[in-house]
């Protein structure tokens, strides 16, 4: 129980993923549209743009929660990092900024980027900080750019080579495929809420208290004004990290030493 992650990535998987790296003919054994490597080159430069938009207006850095930001991403990293094979080998860093018009997100080799703005405004109890972070991590862990890209590809005219970038060019000015693929997006984010919470609660973060981030969100959802909406309404995010607090509390009260106990061997030195 220790590991989060069902389904995607198996046991069997994570032998087969290490096995490549040692030179075996084998590969991931997902259908999933390119390769990590693509996505992650592809995507690498966001975190860097945003962090050079925000040097340039002398908002690049944290000011007001440092100490916080540095103690709960290195418990989130300790739990995430042992989610996968992959997750172990990610190079997760996080990025401060201070721009109003940043939340929180994440790119597929595991940099994450949160802006103060919205930690004074949404963020302020460690369990929510954990929480966005975390569910911003679960998106890495869970490869979903990967997925939605995959999704999209499926989506476009099958005989026309395509590289991330072009897919990013297409979703630009394409809204119709923006619209069709926002199941899968939603889908995406239910994961990530999951997987956050559970994460979460193994760093030390109490479940109860992390619902709170999206009780709130709840109480300001605007989302149903929006043509095409990335996120689910927060009442069904809700009820979904609702049902899975009993899971969330026994991870919590079971701390991190139980769930490390319980992890596969094999996944290299911590
Ligand atoms: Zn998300």
Not at 136 to 157: G, N
Not at 187 to 194: R, T, V
Not at 219 to 225: G, H
């Amino acid at each position: 129980m220790g590991r989060l992650v069902r389904g995607v990535l198996c046991w069997l998987s994570a032998l087969l993923v290490g096995a490549a790296h040692a030179g075996a003919l084998t590969y991931e054994p997902v259908a999933l549209g390119w390769s990590h490597d693509e996505v992650d080159q592809a995507t690498r430069g966001t975190a860097s743009a945003l962090a050079q938009r925000a040097e340039q207006t002398q908002r690049l850095g944290c000011q007001r929660h440092c100490d916080r930001l540095d103690a709960v991403f290195a418990r989130l990293v300790a739990v995430a990092r042992w989610q996968s094979a992959r997750s172990m080998g990610l190079r997760w860093s996080l990025t401060v900024v201070r721009l109003d018009d940043v939340e929180a997100m994440s790119l597929p080799g595991g940099q994450i980027v949160i802006s103060e703005a919205f930690i004074d405004r949404r963020a302020q109890t460690d369990e929510a900080l954990a929480f966005v972070l975390a569910h911003e991590m679960a998106h890495s862990v869970l490869e979903h750019e990967r997925q939605a890209l995959t999704f999209a590809r499926m989506l476009l005219p099958r005989h026309v080579p395509r590289t991330v970038r072009d897919m990013y060019t297409e979703m630009d000015y394409n809204i119709g495929l923006l619209k069709a693929m926002e199941p899968v997006v939603q889908q995406g984010e239910l994961e990530a809420d999951e997987l956050g919470l559970l994460m979460a609660s193994v760093a030390g973060y109490a479940p109860d208290a992390q619902l709170r981030f999206i009780e709130r969100e709840a109480e300001f959802d605007t989302l149903a004004a929006r043509l095409v909406s990335t996120h689910p309404p927060a009442q069904v995010r809700l009820e979904q990290l609702k049902a899975r607090l009993p899971w969330a509390r026994r991870l919590f009260d079971d701390g991190p030493a139980a769930a490390e106990a319980s992890w596969p061997q094999g996944f290299g030195a911590r």
